[in-house]
């Protein structure tokens, strides 16, 4: 499956942004897909994910977006989206979805839990 991340830009703190993950290849709904973000000179972090269809679609959230940050997936648009709201400058960093066809009873929250992964999209957020 190849993974096309998409609608990052900029907005002022407090102001909602949406980022989408499209795949092409096969049916993103067989796959638990992932966003983890990565600032300047950190490592790459969690922020959400969803299970696939098969494990009922559940989602998760990093604690530092919960409650801001919904995740969504749209099985006809084979999407997975990403919806931002009260955005915080510290929420400034270059997006990643990421992708894996294994079924991990554990939280999956990890980067090496997935095997496919899009380009990034940067996602800024001025104070």
């Known amino acids: 499956v190849q993974l096309q991340a998409s609608g990052g830009g900029s907005v002022q703190a407090g102001g909602s942004l949406t980022v989408s993950c499209t795949a092409s290849?096969?049916?993103?709904?067989?796959?638990?897909t992932a966003w983890f973000r990565q600032a300047p000179g950190k490592e790459r972090e969690f922020v959400a994910n969803?299970?696939?269809?098969?494990?009922?679609?559940?989602?998760a959230y990093a604690d530092s977006v919960k409650g801001r940050f919904t995740i969504s997936r749209d099985n006809a648009k084979n999407t997975v989206y990403l919806q931002m709201n009260s955005l915080k400058f510290e929420d400034t960093a270059v997006y990643y979805c990421?992708?894996?066809?294994?079924?991990?009873?554990?939280?999956?929250?990890?980067?090496?839990?997935?095997?496919?992964w899009g380009q990034g999209t940067q996602v800024t957020v001025s104070s």
């Open positions: 290849g096969r049916a993103l709904s067989r796959y638990t």
């Open positions: 990421g992708a894996t066809e294994r079924h991990l009873l554990g939280p999956m929250r990890r980067a090496d839990d997935y095997y496919y």
């Open positions: 969803i299970r696939r269809s098969l494990s009922s679609s559940t989602t």
